[in-house]
Protein backbone atom coordinates (compact mmCIF):
# COMPACT_ATOMS: atom_id res chain seq x y z
CA UNK A 1 0.00 0.00 0.00
CA UNK A 2 2.01 2.65 -1.46
CA UNK A 3 -0.55 5.60 -0.06
CA UNK A 4 0.06 5.36 3.70
CA UNK A 5 3.79 4.06 3.06
CA UNK A 6 5.50 3.86 6.58
CA UNK A 7 9.60 4.65 6.77
CA UNK A 8 11.40 2.59 7.96
CA UNK A 9 14.32 3.18 9.52
CA UNK A 10 17.45 0.65 9.00
CA UNK A 11 19.03 -0.30 12.09
CA UNK A 12 22.92 0.69 12.46
CA UNK A 13 25.18 -2.10 13.46
CA UNK A 14 27.06 -1.77 17.37
CA UNK A 15 25.86 0.94 19.36
CA UNK A 16 22.08 0.97 19.32
CA UNK A 17 21.32 -2.75 19.56
CA UNK A 18 22.18 -3.08 22.95
CA UNK A 19 19.33 -0.87 24.44
CA UNK A 20 17.10 -2.16 22.10
CA UNK A 21 17.96 -6.02 23.34
CA UNK A 22 17.86 -4.34 26.97
CA UNK A 23 14.41 -2.60 26.45
CA UNK A 24 13.21 -5.81 24.92
CA UNK A 25 14.29 -7.48 28.18
CA UNK A 26 13.09 -5.32 30.77
CA UNK A 27 9.23 -5.54 28.28
CA UNK A 28 9.36 -9.21 28.50
CA UNK A 29 10.15 -9.11 32.18
CA UNK A 30 7.00 -6.36 32.99
CA UNK A 31 4.90 -8.92 31.09
CA UNK A 32 5.58 -11.65 32.88
CA UNK A 33 5.40 -10.00 36.10
CA UNK A 34 1.89 -8.75 35.27
CA UNK A 35 0.82 -12.29 33.99
CA UNK A 36 2.27 -13.77 37.23
CA UNK A 37 0.72 -11.20 39.13
CA UNK A 38 -3.04 -11.80 37.04
CA UNK A 39 -2.74 -15.68 37.64
CA UNK A 40 -2.19 -14.86 41.96
CA UNK A 41 -4.89 -12.50 41.76
CA UNK A 42 -7.65 -14.89 40.13
CA UNK A 43 -7.34 -17.24 42.83
CA UNK A 44 -8.15 -15.37 45.69
CA UNK A 45 -11.51 -15.32 46.84
CA UNK A 46 -13.96 -12.21 46.83
CA UNK A 47 -13.72 -11.69 50.39
CA UNK A 48 -10.14 -11.67 50.32
CA UNK A 49 -10.12 -9.29 47.79
CA UNK A 50 -12.28 -7.25 49.76
CA UNK A 51 -10.48 -6.79 52.46
CA UNK A 52 -7.07 -6.12 50.54
CA UNK A 53 -8.68 -2.99 49.27
CA UNK A 54 -9.94 -1.86 52.14
CA UNK A 55 -6.65 -2.36 53.20
CA UNK A 56 -4.99 -0.70 50.68
CA UNK A 57 -7.59 2.01 51.31
CA UNK A 58 -7.10 2.88 55.00
CA UNK A 59 -3.35 2.80 54.42
CA UNK A 60 -2.75 5.24 51.94
CA UNK A 61 -5.78 7.13 52.69
CA UNK A 62 -4.67 7.70 56.17
CA UNK A 63 -0.94 8.73 55.45
CA UNK A 64 -1.98 11.00 52.33
CA UNK A 65 -4.03 12.49 55.59
CA UNK A 66 -1.32 12.48 57.71
CA UNK A 67 1.11 13.90 54.99
CA UNK A 68 -1.32 16.65 54.95
CA UNK A 69 -2.03 17.59 58.71
CA UNK A 70 2.04 17.37 58.71
CA UNK A 71 2.55 19.72 56.09
CA UNK A 72 -0.05 22.27 57.47
CA UNK A 73 0.88 22.00 61.59
CA UNK A 74 4.54 22.40 60.60
CA UNK A 75 6.09 25.61 60.52
CA UNK A 76 9.60 24.04 58.93
CA UNK A 77 10.63 23.77 55.55
CA UNK A 78 7.71 26.28 54.63
CA UNK A 79 7.16 26.35 50.78
CA UNK A 80 7.32 30.23 49.08
CA UNK A 81 5.40 30.94 46.27
CA UNK A 82 6.71 33.40 43.96
CA UNK A 83 5.35 35.45 41.97
CA UNK A 84 5.58 35.11 37.79
CA UNK A 85 6.35 38.31 35.93
CA UNK A 86 4.69 38.95 32.95
CA UNK A 87 6.80 40.01 30.11
CA UNK A 88 6.77 43.70 29.17
CA UNK A 89 6.02 43.00 25.55
CA UNK A 90 3.28 40.83 26.29
CA UNK A 91 -0.01 42.53 23.86
CA UNK A 92 2.14 44.90 22.45
CA UNK A 93 1.85 45.59 18.81
CA UNK A 94 3.89 43.96 16.50
CA UNK A 95 4.23 40.87 18.78
CA UNK A 96 0.77 38.90 17.19
CA UNK A 97 -1.48 36.98 19.72
CA UNK A 98 -1.15 33.16 19.35
CA UNK A 99 -3.55 31.44 17.97
CA UNK A 100 -5.45 28.00 18.94
CA UNK A 101 -4.34 24.76 17.81
CA UNK A 102 -7.80 23.34 16.98
CA UNK A 103 -8.42 26.15 14.40
CA UNK A 104 -8.76 24.02 10.76
CA UNK A 105 -8.19 25.90 7.78
CA UNK A 106 -10.55 25.90 4.55
CA UNK A 107 -7.38 25.02 2.97
CA UNK A 108 -6.91 21.99 4.87
CA UNK A 109 -10.48 21.38 5.62
CA UNK A 110 -10.80 21.59 1.65
CA UNK A 111 -7.93 18.58 1.60
CA UNK A 112 -9.71 16.46 4.17
CA UNK A 113 -12.94 16.65 1.53
CA UNK A 114 -10.78 15.86 -1.20
CA UNK A 115 -9.32 12.83 0.21
CA UNK A 116 -12.70 11.75 1.85
CA UNK A 117 -14.29 11.58 -1.85
CA UNK A 118 -11.20 9.75 -3.14
CA UNK A 119 -12.00 6.89 -0.74
CA UNK A 120 -15.57 6.57 -1.57
CA UNK A 121 -14.21 6.65 -5.24
CA UNK A 122 -12.09 3.88 -4.60
CA UNK A 123 -15.12 2.12 -2.27
CA UNK A 124 -17.27 2.34 -4.66
CA UNK A 125 -15.41 1.20 -7.87
CA UNK A 126 -15.61 -2.60 -8.03
CA UNK A 127 -11.25 -2.58 -9.75
CA UNK A 128 -10.49 -0.69 -6.52
CA UNK A 129 -12.05 -2.08 -3.60
CA UNK A 130 -9.37 -4.08 -2.81
CA UNK A 131 -7.31 -0.68 -2.09
CA UNK A 132 -10.21 1.02 0.06
CA UNK A 133 -10.09 -2.12 2.44
CA UNK A 134 -6.63 -2.11 2.85
CA UNK A 135 -6.64 1.31 3.63
CA UNK A 136 -9.21 0.90 6.18
CA UNK A 137 -7.76 -2.14 7.37
CA UNK A 138 -4.25 -0.60 8.02
CA UNK A 139 -5.92 2.53 9.67
CA UNK A 140 -9.39 1.58 11.63
CA UNK A 141 -10.37 4.72 12.71
CA UNK A 142 -9.87 7.16 9.63
CA UNK A 143 -13.61 7.11 8.29
CA UNK A 144 -14.11 8.67 11.93
CA UNK A 145 -11.32 10.84 12.24
CA UNK A 146 -12.69 12.44 8.76
CA UNK A 147 -16.10 13.01 10.11
CA UNK A 148 -14.38 14.36 13.58
CA UNK A 149 -12.60 16.81 11.74
CA UNK A 150 -15.74 17.84 9.58
CA UNK A 151 -17.42 18.39 12.61
CA UNK A 152 -15.30 20.43 14.11
CA UNK A 153 -14.35 22.54 11.37
CA UNK A 154 -18.06 23.26 11.13
CA UNK A 155 -18.59 24.02 15.10
CA UNK A 156 -16.11 26.80 14.79
CA UNK A 157 -17.88 28.70 11.81
Known amino acids: MLLFKKNIKHKSSGTKE ?5 INKWKSLKRRLAV ?3 QKSELLSMPVKQYS ?16 IHSATTKQNIISV ?21 IITKREYERIIEFKNYLFLLR ?17 GLLDSIT ?3 KMYLSQK
Open 53 to 68: LAFFCILFGGTSVAII
Open 18 to 22: VPIAI
Open 36 to 38: YLQ
Open 148 to 150: LFE
Open 82 to 102: AKIFKSPHVGKQGFPALQSDS
Open 124 to 140: DDPARRKRFDSIITNRP
